[in-house]
């Protein structure tokens, strides 16, 4: 059974209709990538599907139950984990507090859920800043602790959105590994990325978006060479690998 | 229930709708261009109120042209309270820009009372008495130039807004600062003119209403949560909201207290807020820019 | 929320022992009048930072609650006889379905109108009290003719038992503060305070913990109403449901330390003192003017020290914002 199955998924924002018809499926174990040129609506499709915004149209199952139009809190408690584009840290608690509160979500005990935030601070190697004020870190180490806070409520499948944005090649090939790691654990990831070399380094499947619809999909060499693919990033250039 | 008790109770709300609109107007002006919530804005009311009493009562001048020396003075008691206190929070979220207006409301309702006690004074004038006949409406002349003023001005302001640079440029400071910045319009001009003015209408509905309604320093609140009211209904930052709403919540509040009780007729405002709040927070007119 | 290194940890405890003694050495009732009224809007202050510090909603109706839990178990005092005890349950019973009335539909609006709504609910009470003077005494309030000592009546004689109950009353808002703080529960209100919507990707409803923080305080609050009525022996519509006295418990809790634990004691230990000091300087015709203190230390704090006067005496541990 898929993970995740979005059918017929369409959004309208005052009369610009942002997503329209939207089919896809997620396995589990996969690695998705998510790519198109900005305004495509990418992050609105995972808005979607997360329960931040309600569709107009369409069904979203998750492990086979229909989840459209639930609360965000009803999914994370399902399995769907998310980071946001314009990261949202809670900036007046420390790095190990921020994790803290994810883990909440399995557990009743503080004391519990402090050590399973500890064990995702090793895990994405934030250890040594646990006491920091999440507001006193850097815009990288925020993306990071953001993701660690989405993996201390145990998803099935998590949302990374952007989370290599304004890397260098090194921090950058970090990244790539900690998501490769976090793949290994069994957590299925849906990724909406710019930067192709994460891109083909991760995904298994590429799925591309343009101005609201699917575009093509398919393994990434292949996509990348898609005409209709390459038109549409046309006007943005190309964003490799460590330049943007 | 005849119709010439009907038509002065509206008549009556019209009158004090207009003064409620200029309180208002300049609340939802502030909101509008700067996104604060002015919980102070009744007392400068209450200040306009004292200035009038003061000023009419040494000078012995009739207290309409003591608005010669109240303008220019509240626009740079507004300027001073930005400068002083309202600017440091403009980037400071929600709870600290509500506790800082908050703070002041109190503290000037307060000393207000330290420095003339609390009790009712009223402003002794000729026109009081004065009235005019509509038809079978008696309205009360002070009340009626109150309403004309409260009109002129806001309207005045509206052309502003619409038709000067300023005031377009106020406009695209409420919609989206960013922009404005990278358009090379330094907010802080907005700002100030924006304060300065709200604070001024509210001084200017305290002198319209010195002529017919007790002054004393809490006075301020009751027209505060009135204002407050108004802006939630008409949809905070719309000036034509403001005005509608005023003159809409005077007729509510007039009607209600000649046809249900005078007790109850500060409820009807109430009511009708928490109906806008649940219902239609955006209230008649709301987008959340200045309009 | 707040980590108190452990030494710090001894502050609180010697002054609730000095507290505790403090009437073996001196019933003066002046004294004792200070304090408990101290120990009232301290713990008022506690169950307003629930909503307002944890959750980061400012609440400016608290004294709804208050005067619901004041009027109920007085009405049910004198019309029927019954303990304050018994009334006071009734009040918190009609405090929390208050607070549901009001929470439901006020916590998903922005942060000024949540304000402004709770000020709203709070006038509608006062309005309405007012209007029905046959039932509540209207605006000439109720009295409560002191008969003599009745314990369960909460009627005494002396000061002492008053200073104690709202002692333990303090102690019960500070400890059920604490509780909540350190649990999941607090966790997630500090997570609404800080991003609304991050904290509901990780699982967490919103509406459902802001609403059980404010069912929380309006208990709390409820029952010091209840408990002021009796101590004092009278209550009326602006004493006890009016902005003024919502405005004081913000203050309170803001001006001792918004978030903070020992925030609102902090506050209300420097706040009552400077209250009857302007009463006495100015009493009388300007006794309204002891809340200029209250205006000025408010903006003081939001502008300089928005942490709280608490600040000043302990250092930030871990968590702070």
């Known amino acids: 059974m898929s993970l995740l199955v979005v059918e017929g998924l369409q959004k309208a924002f005052g009369g610009l209709l942002a997503v329209n018809n939207i089919n896809f499926r997620i396995e589990p174990g996969e690695v998705v990538a998510l790519i198109g040129p900005n305004g495509a609506g990418k992050t609105t499709i995972v808005n979607l599907i997360t329960g931040t915004f309600h569709p107009d149209r369409g069904t979203i199952l998750f492990a086979g139950h229909n989840v459209t139009a639930l609360p965000p809190w009803e999914l994370a408690k399902r399995g769907m984990a998310r980071t946001f584009q314009a990261v949202k840290i809670f900036p007046g608690l420390s790095v190990l507090e921020n994790v803290q509160l994810g883990a909440f979500l399995r557990t009743t005990s503080p004391v519990e859920a402090m050590k399973r935030a500890e064990e995702i601070l090793e895990f994405v190697g934030m250890v040594e800043e646990r006491k920091v004020l999440a507001k006193a870190l850097t815009l990288e180490k925020r993306k990071r602790l953001e993701l660690a806070r989405a993996l201390a409520t145990n998803p099935r499948l998590l949302f990374l959105d952007e989370v290599m944005a304004g890397l260098n090649p090194k921090e950058l090939a970090e990244e790539i590994e900690i998501i490769r790691r976090i793949n290994a654990t069994g957590v299925t990831i849906l990724l909406i990325e710019h930067i192709l070399r994460a891109v083909i380094a991760l995904s298994q499947r590429v799925i591309v978006l343009n101005q609201g619809e699917i575009l093509a999909e398919g393994p990434a060499e292949a996509v990348m060479k898609n005409r209709a693919v390459i038109e549409a990033y046309l006007g943005e250039g190309y964003r490799d690998a460590g330049s943007s | ?78 300027w001073l309270v930005y400068s002083v206190l309202i600017r440091r929070v403009v980037d400071k979220g929600d709870v600290s820009q509500i506790l800082l207006t908050l703070g002041l409301s109190v503290f000037l309702q307060s000393v207000a009372l330290l420095l003339w006690g609390s009790d009712f004074r009223s402003l002794a004038s000729p026109l009081k008495t004065a009235g005019l006949r509509l038809g079978p409406v008696i309205m009360s002349l002070p009340q009626v130039i109150a309403l004309v003023v409260a009109l002129v001005l806001v309207l005045g302001l509206m052309l502003f807004l619409s038709r000067t640079d300023l005031g377009k440029a106020m406009r695209a400071t409420a919609e989206n600062r960013e922009i404005v910045l990278t358009l090379g319009i330094n907010p802080e001009k907005t700002y100030i003119l924006a304060f300065g003015l709200g604070i001024t209408f509210a001084g200017v509905a305290g002198l319209l209403l010195s002529p017919f309604f007790y002054i004393f320093p809490t006075v301020g609140s009751y027209f505060n949560l009135t204002a407050f009211i108004i802006v939630v209904l008409g949809g905070m930052g719309s000036v034509v909201g403001a005005l509608l709403g005023g003159l809409l919540i005077g007729i509510a509040e007039s009607v209600t207290g000649t046809f249900i009780s005078v007790n109850l007729s500060q409820l009807a405002s109430f009511v009708v807020f928490l109906l806008v709040l649940f219902l239609r927070p955006a209230g008649l007119f709301g987008g959340g820019e200045l309009s | 929320m707040k980590k108190n290194p452990s030494g710090q940890l001894l502050l609180p405890y010697l002054a609730g022992a000095v507290a505790f003694v403090l009437p073996l050495v001196s019933t003066e009732p002046y004294i004792m009048r200070i304090l408990t009224t101290i120990f009232i809007f301290a713990s008022l202050g506690v169950a307003w930072n629930l ?15 208050f005067g619901i839990g004041a009027y109920t178990a007085v009405l049910f005092y004198l019309k029927l006889n019954l303990t304050p005890l018994l009334g ?128 929380i305080s309006a208990v709390i609050t409820s029952l010091l109403g209840v408990f002021y009525a009796f101590y004092i022996g009278f209550v009326d519509p602006d004493m006890v449901v009016g902005l003024d006295l919502s405005i004081r418990i913000a203050v309170t809790a803001i001006v001792g330390g918004i978030g903070y634990l020992w925030g609102p004691v902090v506050g209300a230990i420097v706040l009552i003192p400077l209250a009857e000091l302007a009463s006495t300087l100015w009493g009388g015709a300007r006794a309204g003017a002891n809340l200029a203190f209250y205006g000025f230390l408010l903006m003081i704090v939001v502008l300089f020290r928005p942490q709280g006067m608490l600040s000043l005496f302990t250092e930030k541990g871990g968590s702070s914002h």
């Open chain 3, 51 to 65: 909503v307002g510090g944890y959750a980061g909603q400012l609440s400016l109706g608290q004294s709804a609650f």
């Open chain 3, 88 to 215: 006071g349950l009734m009040g918190a019973g009609l405090a929390v379905l208050a607070a549901v009335l009001i929470g439901l539909p006020t916590f998903r609006l922005r942060g000024a109108y949540f304000s402004l709504a709770t000020i709203a609910f709070a006038e509608i009470l006062r309005i309405l009290l007012m209007y029905f003077r046959d039932f509540t005494g209207g605006a000439n309030g109720i009295s409560l003719s002191f008969k003599g000592n009745q314990p369960w009546m909460l009627q005494f004689y002396s000061p002492v038992p008053y200073y104690y109950i709202a002692l333990f009353l303090l102690i019960a808002a500070v400890g059920a503060a604490w509780r909540i703080e350190r649990a999941k529960f607090g966790r997630y209100l500090a997570a609404i305070r800080e991003n609304q919507e991050a904290a509901e990707s990780i699982g967490v409803n919103s509406g459902w913990y802001k609403l059980l923080a404010f069912i």
């Open chain 2, 1 to 78: 229930m005849s119709l010439v008790a009907v038509l002065q109770s509206l008549v009556n709300g019209l009158l004090i709708g207009g003064v409620y609109a200029l309180v208002a107007v300049g609340l939802t002006l502030i909101f509008g261009v700067m996104k604060i919530v002015n919980f102070a804005q009744g007392e400068f009311l209450m200040l306009g109120m004292y200035f009038t009493f003061w000023v009419s009562g040494l000078a012995k001048v009739n207290p309409y042209l003591v608005s010669f020396l109240l303008v220019p003075v509240f626009f740079l008691l507004g």
